[in-house]
């Protein structure tokens, strides 16, 4: 499995080499004398040596800059940090006024109870440093409910918060020479199972009412819960990470959610997690439609993601206030349960549209492209369930792979009809049978040129100069099977 993984992405991999190589090389020559992210040539700043702003490998990206150990922390794996944390943030929020503070955080092993992050910081997590949650709850303070769900996701009532955490922040920069952010989840999702836990286990970041996030260049691993998740926030940038959790038996463990926010890029990054790789949401039923804030203008490209209980990409379930505006593309998506997936029900109402798949590989997967309308799980009985979410303009152009059960399954119903679905060029190698492998229910829309394997009858079908040769008659023909 990895050779052929290796084999048939070599080109991709090449490029992380090179991107890698390069990287280190201008790290090293970047460490005797200039700090390459102010932009400065090397040419130039190699024929300076008075501009040292590299401390211990740190580059310098804040007027003022500060170390974890400054502020007392012994990073044993085995000392309590949180006073360390929170000294550290409480004097970067006074620094505001003057382009706000750096935060370096040394190799060493971190452990440290939940934290606020505050505006205009950055954190910086060197090689081989790891900040590590504690495990006992006690130590996870309790928040209101997301306003959007009305509840907890896991329990009524309160929930517990995320283990980095911030609210009503601008300009917050989380990055490093990939150290890690470690939610130490072991003892959570074996809580979880055993029904231990009396309220919704918190995310490894959640960063909520914020705008201008980056979060890039560090690993973030086996979170409690879902792993990163902004919240009603604008300008979020997550780039070049590494987000792990263990793919079976980690429940929840989505990697990034994006929830009710606008303004997106995600990229260059690596997923292999226990839950979805990207779930994109807004909102759950009534909640969802009363706060009233959609998911927009997100941008996904450039990503490997393996999740093998659930899907590469989601929408929804709960997309309550809406999706749109959503582009995915150079996505290679391997070993999974599915690969890129809508979901909804009635009750939610909203709606998805203007989303466009493009150059997304599937390799080894049971089912491929999945938009499902019938995923009936409710905060509570309050839901009006005359609310049928929209589903609209649905672009799938360049899908590839080997090795796929269901390529294709369309489950639209009569109350929520799938309209204006597009697939062009589209070769995905099957592992069963010929028959009902493109499955569809009441779906709209069209093929153009060739598609393999051979679409459901419910689409339109033109040629590759997008001339009409076949009208469906049977759009919302049934052909649906959950045995295969
Ligand atoms: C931070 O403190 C540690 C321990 O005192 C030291 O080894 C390291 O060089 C310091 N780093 C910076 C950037 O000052
Ligand atoms: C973090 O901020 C939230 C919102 O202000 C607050 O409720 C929570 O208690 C804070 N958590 C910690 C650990 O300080
Ligand atoms: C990605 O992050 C790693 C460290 O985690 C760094 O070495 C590399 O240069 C980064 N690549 C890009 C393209 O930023
Ligand atoms: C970063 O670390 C993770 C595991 O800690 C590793 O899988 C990944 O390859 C590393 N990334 C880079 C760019 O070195
Ligand atoms: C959950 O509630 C029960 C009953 O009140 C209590 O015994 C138990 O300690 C609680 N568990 C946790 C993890 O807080
Ligand atoms: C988005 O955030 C980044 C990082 O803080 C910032 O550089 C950029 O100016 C912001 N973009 C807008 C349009 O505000
Ligand atoms: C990530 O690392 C690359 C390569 O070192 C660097 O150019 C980039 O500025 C870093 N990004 C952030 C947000 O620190
Ligand atoms: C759609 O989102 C992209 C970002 O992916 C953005 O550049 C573009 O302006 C958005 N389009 C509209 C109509 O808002
Ligand atoms: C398509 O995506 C793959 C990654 O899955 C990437 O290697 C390739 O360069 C992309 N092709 C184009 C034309 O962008
Ligand atoms: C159908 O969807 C495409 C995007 O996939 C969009 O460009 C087009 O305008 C839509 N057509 C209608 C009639 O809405
Ligand atoms: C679907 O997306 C492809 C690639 O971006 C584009 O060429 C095509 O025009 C789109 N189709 C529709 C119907 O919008
Ligand atoms: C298919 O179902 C939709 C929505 O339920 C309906 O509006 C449409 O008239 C039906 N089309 C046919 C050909 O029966």
């Known amino acids: 499995m990895v050779r052929r993984f290796l084999s048939s992405h070599k080109s991709l991999i090449t490029v992380f080499w090179i991107a890698t190589f390069a990287s280190l ?17 090397l040419f130039w700043s190699s024929s300076s040596t008075t501009t040292t702003v590299f401390s211990g490998g740190f580059p310098k990206l804040r007027p003022v800059v500060f170390n974890l150990t400054d502020f007392g922390a012994v990073g044993d794996g085995v000392t309590i940090n949180t006073e360390a944390f929170e000294k550290a943030i409480y004097k970067i929020s006074k620094l505001a006024k003057k382009g706000g503070g750096q935060l370096n955080v040394p190799p060493g092993r971190w452990l440290t109870a939940p934290f606020n992050l505050t505006s205009y910081m950055t954190l910086f997590l060197s090689e081989n440093a790891e900040i590590l949650a504690l495990q006992d709850e006690k130590y996870w303070s309790l ?8 509840y907890g996701r896991e329990h009524h009532g309160p929930r ?5 955490h911030g ?18 989840g072991q003892t959570w999702w074996k809580k979880y199972r055993q029904k231990l836990l009396n309220h919704t286990r918190g995310p490894l970041a959640q960063i909520m009412w914020s705008s201008d996030i980056v979060f890039a260049n560090i690993t973030l691993r086996d979170s409690p819960f879902w792993t990163l998740h902004p919240y009603d926030c604008k300008n979020v940038t997550i780039t070049n990470m590494t987000i792990l959790a263990p793919v079976f038996e980690a429940p929840n463990t989505d990697g990034i959610d994006p929830d009710s926010c606008e303004d997106m890029l995600i990229e260059n990054s690596y997923i292999s997690v226990g839950d979805d790789g990207i779930a994109i949401k807004s909102g759950w ?12 203008n997100i941008l996904i490209r450039n990503l490997i993601i393996r999740s093998m209980v659930s899907a590469g990409i989601s929408i929804g379930s709960e997309m309550s206030g809406g999706v749109s505006n959503i582009t995915v593309e150079n996505i290679l998506i391997w070993s999974s349960r599915r690969g890129v997936r809508i979901k909804t029900a009635p009750g939610r109402g909203g709606y998805v549209r203007d989303i466009t798949f493009r150059n997304v590989t599937l390799d080894e997967l049971r089912v491929g492209i999945v938009i499902k309308t019938d995923y009936n799980e409710h905060p509570d ?7 049928f979410p929209i589903l609209e303009n649905i672009n799938y152009t360049g899908i590839y792979g080997q090795g796929v059960r269901v390529p294709v399954r369309i489950q639209g119903s009569k109350e929520i009809p799938v309209k204006n679905v597009t697939f062009r060029d589209m070769s ?3 592992t069963y049978k010929k028959k009902h492998i493109f499955q569809c229910a009441y779906v709209e829309g069209r093929v153009i040129g060739t598609i393999f394997p051979a679409p459901c009858d419910n689409l339109d079908r033109y040629d590759e100069q997008e001339r009409l040769v076949k009208q469906s008659d049977s759009q919302n023909a049934t052909d649906i099977d959950y045995e295969i």
């Open 381 to 387: 009985g309050g839901f009006n369930p005359q609310a």
């Open 25 to 41: 090389f201008i790290w090293q020559f970047g460490g005797v004398s200039t700090n390459l992210y102010s932009g400065f040539s």
């Open 160 to 164: 517990y918060g995320s283990f980095i």
């Open 428 to 430: 995905v190698g099957i």
């Open 167 to 184: 609210q009503n922040l601008r300009d917050v920069v989380v990055t490093g020479n990939n150290g890690s952010i470690n939610g130490q």
């Open 285 to 296: 039923d009534q909640y969802g439609t009363t706060y009233g804030k959609p998911s927009k």
């Open 143 to 150: 928040l209101p409910p997301l306003p959007s769900y009305g």
